[in-house]
């Protein structure tokens, strides 16, 4: 009977007007009715279980009036609170916060919101209009083009770490400045979904963004593809912008900056200085208007040491820094990250995957995940196109999670041959290489300090 009430009750919440949210002690989401999903654009499936700084990065535990009131076990009443949503957008609201109890133990909070995002824009306008009446001039504004090149937003950052909020709300206030940002971490950690995320909360949200990766280019023609060139300055040219023209408004991302020729390195210091780029071959200068976000996948350290990075522009761009964590630095979202990937490519492949099994978590929580993220998720992508199941077992794992990996045959005791032992580590070997190179050949024998074409042998002759 009990149940039938709170059913009711639930579906009666989603007709009021105002926004109701609900946490538990860990600040978890676990009601958002029908108002609150829709004035802060959020659907509920994306919500429920996430921590609530998750889905509102501008927030902190000190500015959210529902962690506030959990916090220090009182009432906050009709207190407004403006914060930008994971799409970017500015949200203004007048909240009610009261801590929820189970005798004297805090179990949750309660949260009703009034949207007063409308009001406040229109009251906003009255004023930038009578600041238009006394400007003698207007500017005209550039049509922006929807598509702004990305593919994510703060919410699409899975992980509840405490590491990994405090970053998301770096991340944030970094979005909310013009400053250059320099982020590091390993290969497969996501660093690009704070990139992307970073440029979509800030103004220049409607502006193009443009990532190049400066590894991916030799020296010459990643100068013509940065600055742009002009008929004649060498064989085949042409009158034809760069990527800082393209990006103008916007914001531009150096991957692998570190993989920039230095003389090149020293043009993007003049350029981040000046504000101004001078195309191959060209006499002019042009005026540019982009933010500079790059990146970097090895010890800062050694680069310093190795001089692949010039001084005086870590400098320059380091001027907000931040370094995403490796997933074996954060296995305790190893079970949230787990579930969104199993629920991702059940939908891609019409499968019905539920969960995996308990000795499958000991040996992801034993792994030291070199590929991190990227390599868990194109694991269970890969389980969830083969098989056909509802747990993830152990003999559904790729080869290299097995315990057969180190050559011992626990069935029945015996040592595995030699030379098959050792042809299954270099496999694993190679694939960890090209894994951690996005399959980059060249790169990965760098890694593992072989000659290319050896690499390339070794690649056909064990089937990979």
């Given at each position: 009977m009990k149940e039938k009430y709170y059913d009711a009750i639930i579906n009666i919440l989603d007709y009021i007007d105002e926004g109701i949210q609900i946490v538990d002690e860990k600040g978890?989401?676990?009601?958002?009715?029908?108002?609150?999903?829709?004035?802060?654009?959020?659907?509920?499936?994306e919500a429920i279980g996430r921590h609530i700084l998750e889905i509102y990065p501008s927030l902190t535990f000190d500015t959210s009036t529902i962690l506030k009131s959990m916090q220090t076990l009182t009432s906050i009443m009709n207190k407004e609170q403006e914060f930008v949503n994971y799409k970017g957008d500015k949200i203004s609201t007048i909240n009610?916060?009261?801590?929820?109890?189970?005798?004297?133990?805090?179990?949750?909070?309660?949260?009703?919101?009034?949207?007063?995002?409308?009001?406040?824009?229109?009251?906003?306008?009255?004023?930038d209009l009578q600041s238009e009446l006394y400007k003698p001039k207007f500017k005209n504004k550039k049509k922006k083009d929807k598509n702004n090149g990305t593919s994510f937003t703060f919410v699409d950052i899975i992980g509840q770490n405490k590491e990994m909020l405090k970053l998301k709300t770096l991340a944030f206030k970094a979005s909310q400045t013009d400053s250059?940002?320099?982020?590091?971490?390993?290969?497969?950690?996501?660093?690009?979904?704070?990139?992307?995320?970073?440029?979509?909360s800030s103004t220049r949200k409607d502006s193009p963004f443009i990532a190049q990766n400066c590894a991916a280019l030799p020296a010459n023609l990643l100068e013509s593809i940065l600055f742009g060139s002009v008929k004649g300055s060498f064989t085949g040219a042409n009158d034809r912008p760069g990527l800082f023209e393209l990006a103008d408004g916007g914001t531009l991302f150096l991957d692998e900056i570190n993989?920039?020729?230095?003389?090149?390195?020293?043009?993007?210091?003049?350029?981040?200085?000046?504000?101004?780029?001078?195309?191959?071959?060209?006499?002019?200068?042009?005026?540019?208007?982009?933010?500079?976000?790059?990146?970097?996948?090895?010890?800062?350290?050694?680069?310093?040491?190795?001089?692949?990075?010039?001084?005086?522009?870590?400098y320059r761009l380091n001027v907000i820094s931040m370094t995403v964590p490796d997933l074996k630095d954060r296995k305790d979202d190893l079970p949230i990250l787990l579930d969104f990937f199993i629920e991702k490519h059940n939908k891609k492949n019409n499968k019905f995957i539920k969960e995996v099994s308990t000795e499958v978590m000991e040996i992801f929580m034993k792994y030291e995940w070199p590929g991190n993220v990227r390599e868990l998720e194109h694991v269970i992508e890969g389980i969830s196109s083969i098989y056909d199941i509802d747990i993830i077992r152990e003999e559904h794992l790729p080869y290299h999670f097995t315990?057969?990996?180190?050559?011992?045959?626990?069935?029945?005791?015996?040592?595995?041959?030699?030379?098959?032992?050792l042809e299954r580590k270099e496999k694993e070997l190679i694939l960890t290489a090209l894994n951690k190179t996005d399959g980059n050949v060249s790169r990965a024998a760098e890694l593992l300090e072989i000659p290319r074409q050896t690499l390339q042998?070794?690649?056909k002759k064990l089937d990979i």
């Open positions: 978890r989401i676990v009601y958002y009715n029908k108002a609150a999903r829709v004035h802060d654009g959020i659907e509920d499936e009610s916060s009261l801590p929820i109890r189970s005798g004297k133990k805090i179990i949750g909070a309660i949260e009703i919101s009034k949207n007063i995002t409308t009001v406040r824009e229109l009251s906003e306008k009255i004023v250059p940002v320099l982020i590091g971490g390993s290969t497969g950690t996501g660093k690009e979904l704070f990139v992307h995320s970073i440029h979509n993989s920039m020729p230095l003389e090149l390195q020293a043009k993007l210091l003049r350029v981040l200085q000046d504000k101004k780029i001078r195309r191959v071959g060209g006499a002019k200068t042009i005026d540019v208007d982009v933010r500079i976000v790059a990146a970097y996948n090895s010890n800062l350290k050694d680069i310093l040491e190795k001089k692949e990075l010039r001084r005086d522009l870590f315990e057969n990996n180190l050559g011992i045959n626990t069935s029945n005791g015996k040592i595995e041959p030699l030379n098959k032992a042998y070794r690649i």
